[in-house]
């Protein structure tokens, strides 16, 4: 569904970015350097404030799906081991698939364990790929963000 979106990416109502607080009445030695901080903000630089904020949600959600395939992966790695240690060659193990277990030999066992942990290392692996690009896609928003509006905006993530 539709995420809340961050106040501190976006910019205010008309032309003014964050960062001021609404409806101060303006004293008039501040007026001048207010005035000249005003940025106009253009369509292009609420598509680019938009497209920074999509990405910074995507790199979350791209983030946490790289932790738990992380731990599905050390099930895999824990499982190979305990494997391992169980010396009994005709012992048959249960292995999942879909809903079912399918008892298979230690041998059979190990490869369909090692063929899991290789697919999910690529899955992995295309994610983290995926996160650089758009990490970079981010950094070069920002140049372009604060290049224009300074300390007017605040592109920082909250650490919350």
């Known amino acids: 569904g539709p995420r809340p979106r961050n106040p501190a990416w976006g910019l205010g109502r008309g032309s003014r970015p964050w960062g001021r607080p609404p409806g101060r009445s303006l004293s008039a030695p501040r007026a001048a350097s207010e005035a000249a901080e005003d940025v106009n903000v253009t369509f292009e630089d609420q598509q680019k404030i938009n497209k920074f904020a999509r990405n910074t949600s995507r790199i979350t959600e791209l983030k ?80 372009q963000l604060y290049a224009k509006f300074g300390s007017n905006i605040n592109l920082e993530a909250d650490e919350s």
Do not use: W
């Open 64 to 143: 946490e799906e790289i932790e738990v395939k992380k731990k599905q992966l050390q099930n895999l790695e824990d499982a190979c081991e305990d494997i391992m240690l169980a010396d009994d060659d005709c012992l048959m193990i249960p292995y999942q698939i879909g809903d079912v277990f399918i008892s298979h030999s230690q041998e059979e066992t190990q490869e369909m364990l090692e063929e899991a942990k290789k697919n999910l290392q690529e899955e992995i692996a295309a994610l983290e790929s995926r996160v650089e690009s758009i990490q970079r896609v981010l950094a070069d928003l920002k140049v």
